[in-house]
């Protein structure tokens, strides 16, 4: 069984944040859905499935990668066609291997079957804040998990999970596709 660092995980994670009330998302499926689906439940897994049937996503037959550092306790995949974009929503929690001991993941993420140059400047001005790390491709966002996260700086990952868990949320564009995943990590 490997065994990965806190920090490993996180960049690998995904958060909910400080959602703008006044962000519009009536032109991007892709990130209402997440809005709704992933981050209005702060990643609960349960609730966040209630709001994707809710939402008319459907069950797919998607089979997630395999991650030997994660034992999945729960997963499931939907879909839904808004428009001319394929949206996949992916659901699994179970717990994540460390060097240090087993932490609860939860992740929810949410793909199209388009290009989207834009997710990512999206998804930095929805938050209200810079990625932590950014490449061409991702940009990822640590925060605290609740109904209205805050940012946390890298240096506050493990006193964040001391005092109960964080979350990540990254973007990412791609030539073909665009994902957002919100991972939450707790003790």
């Known amino acids: 069984m490997i065994r990965t660092s806190l920090l ?9 944040l400080p959602m703008a009330a006044s962000a519009d998302t009536s032109d991007d499926p892709a990130l209402a859905a997440f809005q ?14 209630d709001a994707a049937k809710a939402a008319g996503f459907t069950d797919t037959q998607l089979i997630p990668p395999t991650d030997d550092s994660m034992s999945i ?7 839904k066609v808004v428009g001319t974009e394929h949206l996949t929503l992916l659901l ?7 060097k240090s001991g087993d932490i609860s993941e939860a992740d929810c993420k949410i793909s199209t079957d388009q290009a989207d140059n834009g ?4 998804t930095k001005s929805w938050l209200g804040f810079g990625p932590d790390s950014s490449d061409d491709a991702l940009s990822t966002f640590y925060v605290k998990t609740g109904p209205q996260p805050e940012h946390i700086a890298q240096s506050g990952l493990n006193a964040a999970l001391a005092a109960g868990g964080f979350s990540v949320i990254k973007a990412q564009q791609d030539p ?7 991972t939450t990590f707790s003790k």
């Open 8 to 16: 490993a995980v996180a960049s690998l994670g995904v958060l909910a």
């Open 36 to 49: 709704a689906v992933c981050v209005a439940h702060a990643n609960n897994y349960s609730g966040a499935l």
């Open 73 to 79: 306790t729960s997963t499931q995949a939907r879909e």
């Open 92 to 98: 699994q929690q179970g717990l994540r291997h460390l």
């Open 119 to 122: 997710v990512r400047e999206r």
């Open 176 to 182: 073909a596709s665009a994902t957002l995943v919100y």
